[in-house]
């Protein structure tokens, strides 16, 4: 820990730290997100365990009566954000957004247990979370995986945590905008308007918002009731880890139940897996499930399916298409393919890399014996640090930092990244 990377790193986390939860960034994002805080955790656990586990804990006390875990949970009041809590209208007594994200913290929760300095007080913290993260999976198969097919479909752009990819592209167009409500974004107030979504795109988000809360946020009904229904690989791949790391813990803490459905959520999703793979690309592929067909874009979201253990021929075809994208960006690993048309280096999800990507994508391609394209990420990722400090996102050609800046979950994996270099040194 005496790398000064590291010091710098966990300044950033204890600076955006609010007792119990931490925000992204001051200013852009004055809330709790919940891929970032499980991702997050992980980077306090190398200085306070007991504050990686409260980080969880906050977000599974938010936790909706029929299991979904939203996207974000509005502790206060804050209008430098837009849409706040008088746009989702949930009828939370604690405001909460209506959607989710990537279901990240069964794998946070393993790594945190796994990593402990004392096991039964991990295990204590780690077993109410069982089943709360168990309910979690089961909502994915029951309200986004209605016809079980065993991979399930995100109902918004923003449940990807990939917001204005081109993978929605195509998507998005149909999402009827005629009499969304007027408002004014607060992001291009924090940040560059170049670096972020199009207006259009936002009448879009919108538009869906204020579908679901026209059905009273029912989950029952907003899969088949969304214009919007796509399969990202990115996603499902995260759901599987996750399911499959929560089944190791549950069988570890003496949960069997828990951990044999688990294994039936992973096994699912990988038996169903293969049908997102494109030969011709070398890489997953989303499915849209109002068109019936594949997405022709080729995003990181096709390559973070590495993430999963899927099978090793599969691995071992991301890596090299990995290793040939670094051959036309500087660093890894660009959130678009930098020679397709839509790619735009500084614009959010349509071509800026983003490091708690790289360290999923790196720790999947780890796991598969990947290590050299592993090992050129964790490369970049550090180079980008000592160059543009703790963005929220790089341009994948420049290394220009954009977006927020001093961003927790940047700084989070920065920590995983040289502890891990550390401790295999």
Known sequence: MSDTRIQDAYAILKENDRGTYTVPTKGLYPFQWNWDSALSALGFGHFDE??????????????????????????VEDDGYFPGPSVWQTGRDVPTSGITQPPVAGFAIRRLYERAGDKAQ??????????KV???????????????TGLVAITHPWESGRDNSVDWDRALARVPTEGVTPFTRRDTQHANPDHRPTQAQYEAYIALVEGFRALDWDNSRLHDASPFKVVDPGFNAILIRSASDLAWLAEELGEPEIAARQRQIARAGLDAFDS???????QYLCFDRVSGSSVDSLSVGGLLAVFAPVPDA????????????????RYMVPSHDPDAPEYDGKRYWRGPLWLIVNYMIADGLRVAGQDAVADRIERDSLSLIDSGGFAEYYDPITGEACGG??????????IEFLTRQSEDA
């Open 134 to 148: 168990a309910a979690w999976h089961d909502w994915f198969m029951r309200c986004r995986d209605p016809q079980g």
């Open 405 to 414: 800046g001093r961003f927790t979950w940047t700084a989070a994996m920065i």
């Open 314 to 329: 599969r691995a071992r075809a991301i890596a090299a298409r990995i290793a040939d994208l670094g051959e036309r960006a």
């Open 50 to 75: 007991d504050r990686a586990w409260t980080e969880i804990d906050t977000l599974f006390a938010h936790q909706w009566d029929d299991g979904m875990v939203p996207h974000i949970i509005f502790h």
């Open 276 to 282: 997102l793979w494109s030969d011709a690309h070398g």
């Open 122 to 131: 991990a295990a204590a913290r780690a077993r109410p979370l069982l089943a």
